[in-house]
């Protein structure tokens, strides 16, 4: 899975992995935190390995997807949740802005779908994760949901185009979650937010994850399933 070193990806490759899969950690720069998911995962049983790519380039993702075949054969679960965010006013924004968010959070998802689709084992599992910003009003951050809102349709496409042969395709939408990314001044608004009063884990959105990525939900696809605690 992409973008699985820290954060909800970590959680949800941590959950896959106490689920019996075998789980590639991509990640792009940060080598030691990968290794440390791997170690965490190996200690307790599970089979992982880290690999390095830049989800963004075509020639990187090929790589990925033969590396982890290489390692554990076909995938049977493809997790697209690498992504990157600048916040500013849309009038502020610059094309090497635009560039950076699209061509990872959307260039990127869009040519893992495609290998996804090519590599897959039929009754596999495709989850991507979005964003609940997509159904809420937010200011500055025309690019980040932008880019998602465009991997919400690939979603609903790519689940027809697979349905033949048994392939779920759905996206996840956390809301405001207990990772690095969510700034301390916001924590205390983005809990009077939410009904339960609080803002939610990454192992909370690892849940639904996993049941997205599991034959329970073989009926479930094309959706964009939220895990925001009542927020949106």
Same mark, same amino acid.
């Given at each position: 899975m992409t973008g699985s070193s820290r954060g909800i990806g970590r959680a949800i490759a941590e959950r896959l &992995?106490?689920? !019996? &899969?075998?789980?590639?950690?991509?990640?792009?720069?940060? @080598?030691?935190? *990968?290794?440390?998911?791997? $170690?965490?995962?190996?200690? %307790? !049983?599970? %089979? &992982?390995? &880290? #690999?390095?790519?830049?989800?963004?380039n075509l020639v990187d993702i090929c790589r990925l997807f033969d590396e982890a075949e290489a390692a554990f054969g076909r995938p049977d679960i493809v997790v697209a949740n690498a992504a990157t965010a600048i916040i500013k006013p849309?009038?502020?924004?610059? @094309?090497? $802005?635009?560039?950076? #968010?699209? $061509?990872?959070?959307t260039k990127g998802v869009f =040519?893992?779908?495609?290998?996804? *689709?090519?590599?897959?084992?039929?009754?596999?599992?495709?989850?991507?994760?979005?964003?609940?910003?997509?159904?809420? =009003?937010f200011g500055q951050t025309s690019l980040y949901l932008?880019?998602?809102?465009?991997? @919400?349709? =690939?979603?609903?496409?790519?689940?027809? @185009?697979?349905?033949?042969r048994n392939?779920?395709?759905? *996206?996840?939408?956390?809301? =405001?979650?207990?990772?690095?990314?969510?700034p301390d001044r916001d924590r205390v608004v983005a809990a009077d937010m939410s009904p339960f009063g609080r803002i939610g884990t990454p192992q909370e959105v690892a849940e639904v994850a996993a049941f997205l990525a599991s034959d329970a939900a073989r009926w479930v696809t094309g959706q964009n399933v939220g895990a925001g605690g009542g927020v949106f």
């Open positions: &992995a106490g689920d !019996g &899969a075998r789980v590639v950690i991509n990640y792009l720069e940060n @080598e030691s935190r *990968a290794r440390e998911v791997v $170690d965490e995962i190996e200690t %307790k !049983g599970g %089979k &992982a390995i &880290a #690999v390095q790519a830049d989800v963004s849309l009038v502020e924004a610059t @094309e090497q $802005d635009y560039d950076r #968010v699209f $061509d990872t959070n =040519f893992i779908l495609q290998e996804a *689709a090519k590599r897959l084992r039929d009754n596999g599992h495709i989850v991507v994760t979005s964003t609940g910003g997509t159904k809420m =009003f932008g880019s998602k809102g465009a991997v @919400e349709q =690939f979603v609903r496409v790519l689940s027809r @185009e697979l349905g033949p392939i779920t395709v759905n *996206a996840i939408s956390p809301g =405001f979650t207990d990772t690095e990314l969510l």
